[in-house]
């Protein structure tokens, strides 16, 4: 298993600014993950977070809006960028287990209010 | 495109039984799983199963996949108040790394 943490846990920002949403974890993993889940909606993959290279964004979703850095096999972050309210979600932290089934492991989650 | 889908709500009294279900279109889905979502914080895995497998039984946690309707269901035994939460189904394709969440279902237990 892998022990994801995640800082902050919540913030209240300002429109217009921009926040940084660090995560770590207790063991080097290949490949890092951030969702983003809207208030009442299912979890939507952001970007995966690539050791050494550009991170891989889903459709919707672009670097400069959500840059995400990836220095070594145990740290990323993600930045929500000119935050407007439609950015208040919960944005989520994973990494793909290495054996087995390679379950998914999630962060607790940085609940993020923009006002 | 891929798409998981399942009821919203469901509310049960203490001691019965829960059943959240779930529906997916993937037909190549390699393994299915059921994560747990209690307030504030992440996912946690409950119980997977593989996509050859009918049932699968692990304490009060009952998995049964019908492949040929694409459906998923969780049955919990003795359900208590302690399972009030989020589930959300999610399935995931042989040779990706994505998983595709369902809009999961809110289990509320009563007293």
């Known amino acids: 298993s892998a022990v994801i943490s995640q800082k902050p846990s919540r913030d209240i920002c300002q429109r217009g600014t921009s926040l940084t949403i660090q995560c770590q974890v207790d063991s080097q993993v290949t490949m890092m993950f951030w969702y983003r889940q809207q208030p009442g909606q299912s979890l939507t993959l952001i970007a995966t977070a690539n050791q050494g290279s550009e991170a891989t964004y889903e459709s919707g979703f672009v670097i400069d809006k959500f840059p995400i850095s990836r220095p070594n096999l145990t740290f990323s972050t993600l930045t929500v960028s000119n935050m407007s309210p439609e950015d208040s979600s919960i944005y989520l932290c994973s990494v793909r287990g290495q054996t087995g089934n390679t379950e998914a492991f999630f962060g607790q989650g940085t609940r993020l209010t923009v006002v | 495109g891929e798409d998981v889908e399942q009821s919203l709500f469901l509310s049960v009294r203490e001691g019965d039984s829960s059943v959240i279900n779930c529906t997916y279109t993937?037909?190549?889905?390699?393994?299915l799983y059921w994560y747990k979502q209690e307030p504030g914080a992440g996912l946690q895995l409950l119980t997977y199963i593989f996509s050859n497998m009918d049932m699968k039984q692990d304490q009060r946690l009952t998995v049964l996949l019908n492949k040929k309707d694409k459906h998923l269901s969780l049955r919990i035994a003795d359900t208590q108040t302690g399972d009030s939460a989020i589930y959300f189904c999610a399935e995931r394709s042989p040779g990706t790394y994505k998983y595709i969440f369902g809009t999961g279902t809110r289990l509320k237990v009563l007293a």
């Open positions: 993937d037909s190549s889905s390699t393994y």
